[in-house]
């Protein structure tokens, strides 16, 4: 079993309409949860951290974080052309400061 | 404030050569990460520099790898021979160590061996 787990798309999503983006992970000790937007040949950029159990929104982004399902999500509201990307689900543990990476779930906005 | 910036950002080798590559970390971040990507593989962790000491550097491939921080400012990551296999994509990250230790990517450099 992979330690993050995403799906690899390209999920097509028409814009205005929702994103949803999910993410497994087997480690429970896990504290520690990211999103990262990866444009092709660019930097993984950091837009969503979440720590607890629930709902945390920033914007048109939401994460959600279920640790008893071992399963966080990231939706995007009202998306846009400039949201098609690569997007990386990361996870780190109480063991020590290195991040586990998803393999990244492509999102493809329709105009 | 300006990001991780690293150097360069291509590099094309032949195997057996020698490569360096350069990270400069955000301005004040102690914590400084080496990850690196293989075509069609996810991110994976190489090391973890605390200001100038190696704290983690249990995703290192082999000991052809070896990682400095000179006064815990920039690092350097020397490929000695380099190997097909190594090619790919190796990013630097850093943050500032608290609690939830968010990191920040630098733009990668993308070493091909040939």
């Known amino acids: 079993q992979k330690e993050v787990e995403q799906n690899s798309g390209p999920l097509s999503v028409p814009e205005g309409a929702i994103a949803s983006l999910n993410c497994t992970y087997s480690d429970r000790v896990s504290q520690s949860f990211f999103w990262y937007r990866q444009y092709s040949g660019k930097s993984p950029e950091l837009i969503m951290s979440?720590?607890?159990?629930g709902d945390k929104e920033d914007g048109r982004f939401t994460a959600q974080l279920n640790k008893a399902s071992q399963y966080v999500s990231l939706l995007i509201r009202d998306s846009q052309p400039s949201d098609s990307a690569t997007y990386l689900c990361a996870v780190n543990t109480r063991r020590d400061d290195k991040i586990i990476f998803g393999k990244g779930t492509r999102l493809h906005i329709l105009p | 404030e300006a990001g991780v910036t690293q150097f360069p950002s291509h590099s094309v080798i032949e195997k057996g050569q020698t490569v360096t590559l350069r990270c400069d970390p955000i301005s004040g971040h102690d914590n400084l990460y080496w990850y690196r990507r293989v075509m069609g593989k996810e991110i994976k962790f190489l090391l973890h520099f605390v200001k100038e000491s190696k704290q983690d550097e249990s995703g290192m491939p082999n000991n052809r790898f070896l990682a400095e921080r000179t006064g815990g400012t920039y690092s350097t990551l020397k490929v000695q021979p380099a190997e097909l296999e190594d090619s790919g994509v190796y990013f630097c990250?850093?943050?500032?160590?608290?609690?939830?230790?968010?990191?920040?990517f630098g733009p990668g450099t993308r070493l091909t061996v040939l």
């Open positions: 990250a850093s943050s500032q160590g608290r609690v939830y230790n968010e990191q920040f």
């Open positions: 979440i720590y607890s159990n």
